[in-house]
């Protein structure tokens, strides 16, 4: 397929009047002040405490202060000229227990925050969920318990009523397959659980939470904007072999068919029902009603892309039958059967993570043939790299801007294809906690001196500014495209 889009005769691609450009951040990754305020401890606090859970025992204590130098952030976003920021609420800082009343010290901050992107010109998109579960209902049985999906459905009528009337644009949940299938099925993420039975019933319970939150932000904020944030990809099987298209399959039922199905359909996708259907609790808690709840009509869909992945079916990777493939050993999923391949020369980021923007492409297109016309924004896109401050005081990231030049100009491939896709945002603004990897990977346009707090704009950083300032991009061939 082509991805050279109707436009390379020209260098410069020109974006849609109004495009909304914009970066992100996420509340236990750049906040710190874990203790301060009434917030209560998150899965993630509790997680990063468990030996050799996260790279050098690294921790969101403090992170990027954020939750004190949040006006410096804020002058950031003002000096590279973004329209929007999206930005995650800690559920333990609003409600520290996870349940009862407000803590208005916590809700408080997030006013501040959103007064202050509204003073600046600034949209705030809100990001309700973005894995900070609070500690006391992980001890209950977290999202492996309807209970939780209440929970949340409380919590979010909480803030949607705090600022309802100062936010747009909505986002229930980020991610919630790393938030299932991370934390409950391969143990990496917090509360780091490996038991696929409870990875499945906490992937429903996730969604019932989303269904749950939209006809509450609907009823506060009437002019509200909703939707959900999915982690998706491309999964390619490495050979025409009917048994690496069949792993294929799997693959993108497990991460992407297993939550676009529900959200759009209705539905959960017949052969993964039947995959998981041995394990307990697995996808027997789903009650009646469940599913029109969850496939409540959206305003957008966010999507996070970061790389495509190859795969191969374990028992040919077992007998090394691709052989213009590296075979990973890594499974984290092994009732999926399957291996990821390395494509030989194929540039990686520093997760080791292979580039390909045409795959962003295709993936725009098969949500919109398969799944929904409504607008789509991407909210998150971005890559990790070893970077560092030179003699000179610069961060000369120019790796990263050839990533996100691909990556827009593959969005552009999908605009001009005729995907509704109105809005993109960098992954991220700062460098940050990177989860399971602590500090040792940096994913932002923005330099972070950890021991100091000090910020230092990046070349990526003043890249960006100009195309959004340009509000377009220079054409850029998409790796991996034909």
């Known amino acids: 397929m082509s991805t050279n889009g109707s436009n390379t005769a020209d260098p410069i691609r020109p974006f849609p009047p109004g495009f909304l450009w914009g970066t992100a951040t996420a509340s236990y990754q750049i906040e710190g002040a874990t203790t301060l305020d009434g917030r209560g401890p998150s899965i993630w606090d509790t997680f990063c405490r468990q030996p050799g859970a996260v790279f050098n025992a690294d921790n969101g204590d403090v992170a990027c ?184 399959l799997r693959a993108d039922g497990n991460l992407n068919r297993l939550f676009l ?66 075979v990973s050993t890594h499974n984290p999923f092994p009732d999926l059967h399957l291996r990821s391949l390395e494509t030989p020369g194929r540039d990686k980021t520093a997760m080791d993570w292979e580039i390909q923007a045409a795959g962003l492409t295709e993936l725009l297109l098969k949500i919109r043939d398969e799944y929904t016309t409504a607008p789509i924004y991407i909210t998150e896109n971005g890559a990790a790299f070893d970077d560092y401050v030179d003699p000179n005081g610069q961060v000369l990231d120019h790796n990263r801007i050839a990533y996100l030049q691909e990556h827009i100009s593959a969005v552009h491939d999908a605009i001009d294809a005729g995907v509704n896709v109105q809005g993109y945002f960098v992954w991220s603004l700062l460098d940050n906690f990177e989860w399971a990897y602590g500090y040792s990977r940096r994913f932002g346009i923005v330099w972070v001196d950890f021991p100091t707090g000090e910020r230092l704009a990046k070349e990526s950083f003043r890249w960006y500014a100009e195309t959004i300032t340009s509000n377009s991009v220079e054409y850029a061939t998409s790796v991996g495209s034909s």
């Open 65 to 248: 202060d954020h939750y004190h130098r949040y006006l410096e952030d804020l002058d950031l976003l003002v000096e590279l000229g973004v329209g929007a920021y999206r930005f995650s609420v800690a559920w333990p800082r609003v409600q520290p227990e996870g349940s009862g009343p407000a803590n208005q010290k916590g809700l408080d901050f997030y006013r501040r925050l959103v007064a202050g992107l509204r003073e600046r010109d600034i949209e705030p998109m809100l990001t309700l969920y973005h894995w900070d579960l609070p500690q006391p209902l992980e001890d209950r049985g977290g999202w492996c318990e309807r209970d939780t999906s209440e929970r949340f459905a409380d919590y979010v009528e909480i803030v949607a009523r705090a600022m309802g009337s100062d936010v747009e644009r909505w986002i229930t949940l980020n991610e919630p397959w790393c938030s299932s299938w991370l934390g409950y099925g391969a143990g990496v993420h917090a509360p780091g659980v490996k038991d696929i039975g409870r990875a499945a019933a906490a992937t429903h319970h996730l969604l019932l939470a989303h269904g749950k939150a939209v006809p509450i932000l609907r009823s506060v904020a009437p002019e509200a904007k909703v939707g959900i944030t999915l982690n998706l990809t491309v999964h390619q099987p490495g050979s025409d072999h009917p048994m690496d298209v069949a792993a294929a």
């Open 261 to 326: 199905e529900p959200v759009f359909h209705a539905k959960y996708p017949k052969d993964m029902l039947e995959h998981y259907r041995s394990v307990k609790p697995g996808f027997s808690v789903v009650a009646e009603g469940d599913l029109e709840l969850i496939s409540a009509p959206l305003d957008f869909l966010g999507v996070n892309y970061y790389n495509p992945v190859t795969v191969v079916d374990e028992q040919r990777a077992a007998e090394a039958r691709v052989a213009s493939y590296v």
